[in-house]
Antibody, heavy 119, light 110 residues
Framework: EVQLVESGGGLVKPGGSLRLSCAAS????????MSWVRQAPGKGLEWVGR??????????DYAAPVNGRFHISRDDSQNTLYLEMNSLKTEDTAIYFC??????????WGQGTLVTVAS | QSALTQPASVSGSPGQSITISCTGT?????????VSWYQQHPGKAPKLMIY???NRPSGVSDRFSGSKSGNTASLTISGLQAEDEADYYC??????????FGTGTKVTVL
């Protein structure tokens, strides 16, 4: 059974940093493309970014609002995906979901972790 | 990248069919056969319902079907059931090597 468990969310001040983790199991993580998607309270889904597998060069792509502030990485030895978030803004407040991505879709999702950016 | 446009709400009676539209541009929906659809119940994670315009993952009911014409994709739910009441989002790959989601549609079963 595919399992994705996010952690690391919490309250952070504007301008601060936070690192989210996503523990994966039940599928071949080392060959999987992985994404982060967020959802602001009461709003729709927004793609944050993606990392390809090592075989894909571990290439990362990001949405324009987070490019240069957020960084996605992975540790295949630990089956864990990370999202490093810097220079956080109030508009980054959202539930952050990690997802096992198919070539161009989001196959399985975790339950999400809430990040609140407020002073 | 602007969100894809979906109707805010669609409703239908049990047993009826409903269709949700998802309108983008030639740089996303119209340019690639990479449209997917997600169902999200309140407080839950999204669930993949359709990928690559019209393909259903295993385990998803065949009452769900997808199609595309030009810059608009559609999700049809036939034989509407109470459990189908949820929010639905489309998504597309874009020419910027990113992904964009739709604005979301709330489906109500009357």
């Amino acid at each position: 059974e595919v399992q994705l468990v996010e952690s690391g969310g919490g309250l952070v001040k504007p301008g601060g940093s936070l690192r989210l983790s996503c523990a994966a199991s039940g599928f071949p993580f080392n060959s999987a493309w992985m994404s982060w998607v967020r959802q602001a309270p009461g709003k729709g889904l927004e793609w944050v970014g993606r990392i390809k597998s090592k075989g894909g060069g571990e290439t990362t792509d990001y949405a324009a609002p987070v490019n240069g502030r957020f960084h996605i990485s992975r540790d295949d030895s630990q089956n864990t995906l990370y999202l490093e978030m810097n220079s956080l803004k109030t508009e980054d407040t959202a539930i952050y979901f990690c997802s096992w991505s198919g070539l161009n879709y989001f196959n399985s999702w975790g339950q999400g972790t809430l990040v609140t950016v407020a002073s | 990248q602007s969100a894809l446009t979906q109707p805010a709400s669609v409703s239908g009676s049990p047993g009826q069919s409903i269709t949700i539209s998802c309108t983008g541009t030639s740089s996303d929906v119209g340019g690639y056969n990479y449209v997917s659809w997600y169902q999200q119940h309140p407080g839950k994670a999204p669930k993949l319902m359709i990928y690559d315009v019209s393909n259903r993952p295993s385990g998803v009911s065949d009452r769900f079907s997808g199609s595309k014409s030009g810059n608009t994709a559609s999700l049809t739910i036939s034989g509407l059931q109470a459990e189908d009441e949820a929010d639905y989002y489309c998504s597309s790959y874009t020419s910027s090597i990113t992904y964009v989601f739709g604005t979301g549609t709330k489906v109500t079963v009357l």
